[in-house]
Every structure is written in C-alpha cells, then in structure tokens.
Nanobody
Framework: QVELVESGGGLVQAGGSLRLSCAAS????????MGWFRQAPGKEREFVAA????????SYADSVKVRFTIARDGAENAMLLQMNSLEPEDTAVYYC??????????????????WGQGTQVTVSS
C-alpha cells in the first residue's frame, strides 16, 4: 500500500503562484509514476500533470502546460507542482496520485490506484 499526503494549497489572487507538494510513504519504492488531478465544484475530476519515475518524462493538460511545472522533489517518492499565473478557473481541489504499473497514457486516472486526500486551491479574481 502507498500513502500520499498533499500540502501547499491555499488562497491566492489571480496571477499569483502556489506550490503543491506530495509525499509518498509505505511501499513507495513500487511507484512508477505520479500525477496531479483536480476537481472543481460541479465538475468531473480532470488530469493536470504527471511525471514518470524512470527518466522523468512529463505530461501536462493543455490548459496548464505553459503555467505549471511538475518535478520530483529531491527524494524519489516526493514531487511538487509549481503553479504560476494562476487563474480563477484553476480553483479546485487538487489530488496527488500514484501508480505502480507502467502505463502509456499518464493522463488517465485509471492508471493511478493510489490517491491523496486532496488540497484546496482557490484563486480569487
């Protein structure tokens, strides 16, 4: 089992920045990829960004591609999401997720059996 804990959410004005972190524990050595998803009120959960453990390959949703950066946070079982130029449309609960089997499409939530509890990001206009 893998446990994930997110941190770094909060309230920020439009145009501002936030950094989210995710720390994995438990059988974290089995992780092959980690990602971020988000869910806004009344909307379905959507993919934001992901990174592979081997090679560090990344994938981004088109809506965040030039504004957000995903990276490993030093230790292999931790990652961060640097969010710049935030917009009110980025307001959502952000979830850290991890998978333990290699997948082709990092954007599919079905490839992530492990999920954190989520952290709220609110961007005011």
């Amino acid at each position: 089992q893998v446990e994930l804990v997110e941190s770094g959410g909060g309230l920020v004005q439009a145009g501002g920045s936030l950094r989210l972190s995710c720390a994995a524990s438990g059988r974290s050595s089995r992780i092959t990829h980690m990602g971020w998803f988000r869910q806004a009120p009344g909307k379905e959960r959507e993919f934001v960004a992901a990174i592979r453990r081997n090679g560090g390959g990344t994938s981004y949703a088109d809506s965040v591609k030039v504004r957000f950066t995903i990276a490993r946070d030093g230790a292999e079982n931790a990652m961060l999401l640097q969010m710049n130029s935030l917009e009110p449309e980025d307001t959502a609960v952000y979830y850290c997720a991890a998978g333990d089997r290699t997948v082709y499409y990092l954007s599919r939530s079905s490839g992530y059996p492990y999920w954190g509890q989520g952290t709220q990001v609110t961007v005011s206009s």
